[in-house]
């Protein structure tokens, strides 16, 4: 991490986000139509989509992915956009990163001396707990926004999509899981959570039986194949 910290300054994605506006302003005068005209196609104002075109505004992808279709484009502006939200979730680690380490600081600075046998224990209360999802479905999404304590709207907004995004996830009538870059995104969330939301997440999915709609694909190993098992750092599993 110290060897790429600081790869994704502000300035870095304000020129991408600027960038892909030109790009969609490009498009749209190719295809021949106002903003007003996109706005109404893509069901946004014409001063979202103003505001878009000269980078002042973020965006959710279901409306790259209309504008897309609707001009055209052939998916550059969605691929564009997936580039710019990758540079954002890289930034977003770093900033996490570099919060971390210094709480890590404050603490060690505020800790009495005690002996030194007796903070072995602290890896183990610090966000050692491994979690890898394998492959998200509505079955993980849900679990983690439950874990979060978040509304579908709120974690949305955490995700930047739209809220109708996560409820297609949640729905278990719905048998497409979250695309490749979302899935990613959601990687990036669980990360990014405190130790308590990744135990939350955890014990939530062990009361949460797979239904028969939850990846049918995949082999049958048993009710929770999707997780993998709670590790600590010293390789031991860990016990919910």
Known sequence: MEAVLGSTTPERIREAQQA???????????????????????????????????GRQNISRGFWECADRELGAGGTLLEAFDALYELVSTRRVERAWIAEQDRLRRHQAAAPPYPQHSLTVEPAVCGCTMITIARWSGRETLALREALRLSVQAFAERLRIAPSIVAEWEDRRQSAPPSLT????????????????????????QMSPMSSNDHADAPAVGRYATVTPLHRGDGSQAVL
């Open 20 to 54: 892909l506006g030109r790009r969609l302003a490009q498009c749209r005068k190719a295809a021949g139509l106002t903003q007003v005209a996109l706005a109404r196609r893509t069901a946004y104002s014409r001063s979202a989509v103003a505001n878009v075109e000269i």
């Open 182 to 205: 979302m899935q990613a995104a959601l990687d990036d969330a669980l990360k990014l959570a405190d130790q308590d939301a990744r135990t939350r997440f955890a014990r939530i999915l």
